[in-house]
């Protein structure tokens, strides 16, 4: 078996490789996790720019049965559903008890699966070899499984 230990950038080293309205997103993320940071309950806070422009964020919500988790990510696709609208672009940044310095760190696998039902195209940043990279949401899994009838279209789905 072969256990890839992923070299997350800091977010200030993040800062200096993305595009100024993405890095104005970053800053979003980092905000909310420096409000509202708790050891074990909060470690994750995510921002998303949506297609009408409005920026909205995510806080990871721990549980004590992991599973029953809520992550930052999908707390921002929640609220971009609430808005009537869709993620374009996402960033999340991870505080880990033991390391002051916040990280960029790229969506976990359930938060991959939602993120290409809901917004495929949606540009996502990633942590990789201690840099971050933008990729699409769709491209996140790329040999995901597909269960046909499951998801309701989108409003904007052709009939
Ligand atoms: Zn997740």
Do not use: F, N
């Not at 800091?10 to 997103?25: F, G, S």
């Not at 990280?103 to 971050?132: F, M, Q, S």
């Amino acid at each position: 078996m072969v256990v890839t230990i992923v070299d997350r950038p800091t977010a200030a080293q993040a800062a200096a490789e993305m595009p100024a309205p993405d890095r104005a997103l970053l800053e979003v993320a980092l905000r909310l996790l420096e409000q509202r940071y708790v050891e074990r309950r909060h470690e994750v806070a995510a921002a998303a720019r949506l297609a009408s422009g409005r920026v909205v964020t995510g806080l990871h919500v721990e549980a004590s049965q992991g599973r029953a988790s809520v992550c930052a990510e999908s707390g921002v696709l929640s609220s971009a559903a609430a808005a009537g609208d869709e993620v374009r672009t996402l960033v999340a940044v991870l505080r880990r008890p033991g390391d002051p310095t916040p990280r960029v760190i790229e969506p976990c696998g359930v938060c991959a699966e939602i993120l290409t039902d809901h917004c495929p195209d949606a540009t996502v940043w990633v942590a990789r070899d201690g840099a971050v990279a933008a990729t699409s949401a769709a491209d996140l899994l790329p040999y995901r499984h597909v269960r046909t009838g499951r998801l309701a279209p989108s409003r904007k789905d052709p009939a």
